[in-house]
């Protein structure tokens, strides 16, 4: 089995952060500041029985330029390529405009959606139902996998459920 995965999300959700572990080394730019990956950044995740090739996609979210337009027509084509997308959500912050944002772009897209709830290290977990209601009303993700990208938690569950979808 092989294909490809897209990462998407609003900036500082987590994407190199978790694209970073995924390959096991830093492929990704890791910064707080917005925007910094500007490219399609490819890593490889292999094992014995499948091979995963990760995109982490910039420009989804809103633009603010003529460059930002530009990047987001490029990040809607990508996702139309792909086998899967990962949307990456903040559970910490919780559903904000820049992930509203990103849903209705998604609504064009007829790939399948795997919504990772990451960050869950910095809340308490009686606070994630409710959180995951809130996105689940807006989407219908066909997954839905919380995960600290920072800590490794259930990363490896996530790739289980990505793999599914080669
Ligand atoms: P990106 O803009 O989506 O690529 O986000 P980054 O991967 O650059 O991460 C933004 C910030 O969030 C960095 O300071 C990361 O260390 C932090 N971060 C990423 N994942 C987690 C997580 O699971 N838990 C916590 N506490 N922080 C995280
Ligand atoms: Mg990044």
Same mark, same amino acid.
């Given at each position: 089995k092989s294909g490809? =995965?897209a !990462?998407i999300g #609003?900036p /500082?959700?987590?994407?190199s952060?978790?694209l /970073? #572990? =995924?390959v096991?080394?830093?492929?990704?730019i890791?910064? &707080?500041?917005? $925007?910094t990956t500007r /490219?399609?950044?490819?890593?490889?995740?292999t094992t014995?029985?499948? $091979?995963?090739?990760f995109l &982490?996609?910039?420009g +989804?979210?809103k633009?603010?330029?003529?460059?930002?337009?530009?990047?987001?027509? =490029?990040?809607?084509?990508? *996702? /139309?390529e792909? &086998?899967? +997308? *990962?949307? *990456?959500v903040?559970v910490?912050?919780?559903?904000?405009?820049?992930d509203?944002?990103i +849903?209705? #772009?998604l609504?064009?897209v007829k790939?399948?959606? +795997?919504?990772?709830?990451?960050? !869950?290290d910095? =809340?308490?977990?009686?606070e994630?139902l409710?959180?995951?209601?809130q996105?689940? &009303?807006?989407?219908p993700?066909?997954? !839905?996998?919380?995960i600290?990208?920072?800590q490794g938690?259930?990363?490896?569950?996530?790739?289980?459920?990505?793999?599914r979808?080669l």
């Open positions: 490809f =995965v !990462i #609003r /500082n959700v987590g994407k952060t978790l /970073n #572990r =995924v096991g080394q830093k492929v990704a890791m910064s &707080d500041k917005p $925007q /490219n399609k950044i490819h890593g490889v995740y014995d029985t499948a $091979q995963i090739v &982490d996609t910039p +989804i979210h633009p603010q330029s003529k460059l930002g337009n530009y990047m987001m027509q =490029v990040a809607e084509g990508t *996702l /139309n792909v &086998d899967a +997308i *990962l949307f *990456l903040d910490s912050e919780g559903l904000g405009g820049g509203r944002y +849903i209705e #772009r609504k064009q790939t399948p959606v +795997i919504l990772v709830m990451n960050k !869950i910095k =809340v308490q977990p009686e994630l409710p959180i995951i209601v996105y689940k &009303d807006l989407y993700f066909t997954e !839905i996998v919380p600290s990208a920072k938690t259930s990363v490896n569950i996530l790739l289980e459920q990505a793999t979808y």
